[in-house]
């Protein structure tokens, strides 16, 4: 075989590599796609019921007679929900960078579509967290009576 023959059929075979990887990336992009919109619909599920939690205990308060700290439940979700937008925003930096991925594959709208449904939701967790704070305090009978000293009002809290 001649030089150039063997340097033909040497690009033949890059270029049939690089479809083969191509075609595999464009499947890892589907796949991807695939569940950060499935993500994307959970996050915005749960986004549009605190909106609705949020404006019934707005509207109507909340009363706890069963000992169930919902203030902890919704500071430990918002959290953990904290977490998730950390890690979705440093995807959505790293998809940003790859050289891989074009706008046209949609990867970084959607890595970036989730991290912002994400930082709502982390906001009105702590919204509930705090209402819920808020009506319960409201509906704790306060203390009538005079403190004459800081043992003392600490000794009432008990």
């Known amino acids: 075989m001649r030089t150039t023959e063997t340097r033909e059929l040497s690009a ?3 270029l049939v590599q690089n479809r083969s990887r191509n075609l595999s990336l464009l499947k890892l992009i ?3 796609l695939a569940r950060l919109d499935e993500q994307l619909m959970e996050v915005q599920l749960a986004n549009d019921a605190a909106d609705r939690f949020i404006a019934r205990i707005k509207e109507h308060g909340i ?3 069963d000992g169930t700290d ?3 439940i919704f500071e430990d979700a918002r959290d953990q929900m904290s977490e998730f937008y950390r890690v979705t925003n440093e995807c959505h930096i790293s998809v940003a960078a790859d050289a891989d991925l074009s706008d046209e ?3 970084v709208e959607a890595f970036a579509r989730l991290a912002d449904e994400a930082a709502e939701l982390h906001n009105k967790l702590n919204t509930l967290a705090w209402l819920i704070g808020e009506s319960i305090a409201d509906g704790e009978t306060p203390i009538e009576q005079e403190f004459t000293s800081a043992d ?3 000794a009432a809290l008990r």
Do not use: K, P, S
Request: proline share 0%; hydrophobic share 50%.
């Open 70 to 72: 919902l203030v902890a």
């Open 105 to 107: 594959d949609g990867i």
């Open 30 to 32: 589907e796949t991807t």
């Open 12 to 14: 033949f075979g890059r």
């Open 63 to 65: 009363t706890i007679d």
């Open 152 to 154: 003392a009002l600490f």
